[in-house]
């Protein structure tokens, strides 16, 4: 069921929605920016200041190297939002403010992201679309490790929303019987595809959805051109990388999987991804809640639920990420913002008929979430009891919610345990140092590399295993002792 509103009401509803997380990720972008050794700055994390490095040195030189006279390595896996850095960079922009500029991006395209979930919901949701697309896109600012990594400089921001863009634009296609290729599409597959290369995995379920529901007398044609334009700009973006820096893949990918065996990579991303159990029962279920439909909302469900799983198939097969200490690492970042659209989608029809299964659901959020929403690599008996009683909360929110037939209320009940599974822990354990966003060391080593540069000389060779701050603020030679850009 389709359901519209007035343009004007849709604006001032989604206005409301995104008030609160707005507000929210502006204190926690001021509170991170409170320097004890100097005055406030604004920073970003390491791994985003080595883009900040190359994009800096190709807005001054025209290389695009990690800094002035580097040798050409590709230490980045973010060609386009490296770009981007560049461009702020090229306008007048440095140090602070140009890292201000970054996270200010980043807030844009969350909201961004939250507004195509809000329309999504409005257009294909049953029930009391108005309220679950409230809760649905009002949640995207409050998944934390979406949040966090996001502010901090990452690219998740907007893979999230290249990702959401492209799932409007194959519903879209498919609802409309559209039989030429449409623009809407092939944006976000460039784009997304330029910006880190693993956005094809997106692009393939897209073209897959197009094969299964597409017209059928032309659908075969709009795969073969779509699958086209997915290949065609992977081999592009390839193929400039071969010829700029002579590899066809960035040097940070080859040192991740050269030399490690595909059963190792695999078992630890299994065990780095153990603590999304949780959102994959929640995915399963609320595909097997859309089993007996055939309309256009089941399709929406089927194809989202498609790209996370896609995706976290993915993190699991390169061994998961560097970053997981007390949160799901960027992959998962990156399509967290899928589950509560497949939520509010699925779940805000439910009835008492089904509520067997979502105490079942309730009891395994009981179970597993307390066990392994945390990282398995670093499990401890405290983390235990906290992440126990975030979870029996979650649980008891779904369990209460699943007697009430009201519309809305069952889908409102899981996308907030979702966020208090993904978020609780993680802002627990930064809030306890007044440091949400994990700022001050970055924050020590600025204020230390500023010093180094005013003590050593200009033409002095410095070894890093830090590689992005101590570039970007000594202004020196640089030798990257773990080998990732040089």
Request: some cysteine; glycine content about 6%.
């Amino acid at each position: 069921m389709m359901r519209t509103i007035s343009r004007l009401h849709q604006r001032a509803l989604f206005g409301i929605t995104a008030a609160p997380g707005l507000l929210f990720m502006l204190v926690l972008q001021w509170q991170s920016s409170e320097n004890p050794w100097g005055s406030r700055r604004f920073t970003l994390f390491d791994d985003a200041m080595i883009s900040m490095d190359y994009g800096r040195t190709l807005a001054k030189t025209g290389e695009l190297v990690w800094f002035p006279g580097a040798p050409r390595v590709q230490g980045f896996t973010n060609p386009l939002w490296t770009l981007w850095m560049a461009f702020v960079h090229l306008i007048g922009f440095n140090g602070s403010p140009a890292a201000l500029i970054i996270s200010l991006t980043g807030i844009v395209l969350i909201l961004a992201s939250s507004w195509i979930i809000f329309d999504l919901v409005l257009t294909y949701s049953a029930g009391n679309s108005q309220l679950i697309a409230v809760l649905a896109a009002g949640s995207l600012p409050f998944l934390y490790p979406l949040t966090y990594w996001t502010l901090r400089g990452m690219e998740v921001g907007a893979l999230t929303f290249f990702c959401l863009l492209l799932l409007r634009a194959t519903i879209n296609h498919i609802r409309d019987g559209r039989v030429r290729i449409q623009f809407s599409m092939v944006l976000p597959m460039i784009l997304g595809i330029a910006t880190r290369f693993d956005f094809a995995i997106f692009c393939v379920v897209a073209v897959a959805a197009l094969l299964m529901w597409g017209p059928a007398y032309v659908k075969v044609r709009l795969v073969a051109q779509y699958g086209a334009i997915v290949v065609g700009t992977a081999a592009l973006v390839c193929l400039a990388q071969k010829l700029y820096w002579g590899s066809w893949l960035p040097n940070t990918y080859h040192l991740k999987m050269d030399g490690v065996s595909p059963i190792d990579r695999i078992a630890r991303g299994l065990a780095s991804s153990a603590k999304a159990t949780v959102l994959f029962a929640i995915v399963a279920i609320a595909i097997i809640t859309q089993l007996r439909s055939k309309e256009m909302h089941q399709r929406l469900v089927v194809i989202a639920s498609a790209m996370f799983m896609a995706m976290a198939a993915y993190a699991v097969y390169i061994g998961g990420d560097a970053w997981e200490t007390e949160m799901f690492n960027r992959f998962y970042a990156t399509i967290l913002p899928l589950v509560p659209l497949i939520i509010g989608i699925s779940f805000n029809t439910i009835r008492k008929r089904t509520t067997p299964a979502f105490i079942a659901l309730a009891l395994l959020v009981t179970s597993i979430g307390a066990g392994v929403a945390v990282n398995p690599f670093g499990f401890s008996e405290k983390h235990f009891y906290v992440v126990a009683v975030v979870s029996l909360v979650a649980a008891l929110m779904i369990i209460s919610f699943s007697f009430i037939p009201r519309d809305g209320l069952m889908a409102g009940a899981v996308i907030a345990a979702v966020c208090l599974i993904v978020s609780a822990y993680p802002v627990a354990q930064q809030q306890k140092n007044n440091d949400l966003l994990l700022t001050r060391t970055n924050l020590l080593v600025t204020e230390s590399v500023e010093t180094m540069r005013d003590t050593t000389e200009a033409g002095a060779r410095i070894g890093t295993i830090w590689a992005g701050v101590p570039a970007y603020y000594s202004h020196r030679t640089m030798l990257d002792l773990l080998g990732k850009n040089d």
